[in-house]
């Protein structure tokens, strides 16, 4: 199994540039979800997924739009890049209805919006 | 959402027990406690779990209060492959919040 997977590794923007950050997972998880890292911070919950069809807001959604087509893919879209939100994107997945089980992250990828 | 509270930072000398504590008093009678690492440039990865009784891996041990509003994740040999931020998280299945977490350094 290759896990959890991310592309791009890394990501230079201009202000107003829209992009989608991919995710992919071969696990058959039900459960994934995008997370962000800012310099010296704890990650912090954009948007969620607990099947293929269905999407939730985490803590910090604004400026990302998702949505979950296939069970193994979960995109991240960023309308219009903003320099707020360069950051390191992480993806996650996990089995789904089931609390015990652990997330599996993705190596990240680099966001530099300018 | 639930929330953790854990100290900003903490020093262990290698090869010495680290007890990394966390607070969670508004935890709900469902919520696992779970604890992820995160080495310098990587994506978290995960640590250990548990409900309600202390738990045990190849990792680390988990140790849970009775009245389960706190928890310290226990490495019984610190090395330097130790140093990362530790982060306690209540696990609400639908909505996993990180916090801030704890910076974990070892003294060689």
């Known amino acids: 199994n290759a896990g959890v997977t991310q592309t791009p590794k890394f990501q230079v923007l201009k202000t107003g540039q829209s992009m989608t950050l991919q995710c992919a997972q071969d696990?058959?998880?039900?459960?994934m979800s995008w997370y962000r890292q800012d310099p010296g911070m704890g990650l912090r919950l954009i948007h969620y997924s607990v099947g293929a069809g269905i999407t939730d807001q985490g803590e910090v959604p604004n400026g990302y739009n998702v949505s979950r087509s296939t069970t193994e893919d979960f995109p991240l879209r960023l309308l219009s890049a903003a320099p707020s939100q360069t950051s390191v994107y992480f993806c996650a997945s996990r089995r789904g209805g089931e609390r015990r089980e652990t997330q599996y992250f993705g190596p990240g990828t680099r966001l530099l919006v300018l | 959402d639930a929330k953790t509270t854990q100290p900003n930072s903490m020093e262990s000398n290698e090869e010495e027990p680290v007890h990394l504590p966390c607070n969670h008093s508004t935890i709900s009678g469902t919520d696992y406690i779970h604890w992820y690492r995160q080495l310098p440039s990587q994506g978290p990865e995960y640590v250990i779990h548990?409900?309600?009784s202390n738990v045990n891996n190849r990792m680390a041990s988990l140790a849970i209060a009775e009245d389960r509003k706190s928890s310290t994740l226990i490495l019984h040999r610190a090395t330097l492959r130790d140093a990362a931020v530790y982060y306690c998280i209540l696990d609400s299945y639908d909505k996993v919040i990180f916090g801030p977490g704890t910076s974990l350094s070892v003294i060689p």
């Open positions: 548990g409900l309600t």
């Open positions: 696990m058959n998880h039900e459960y």
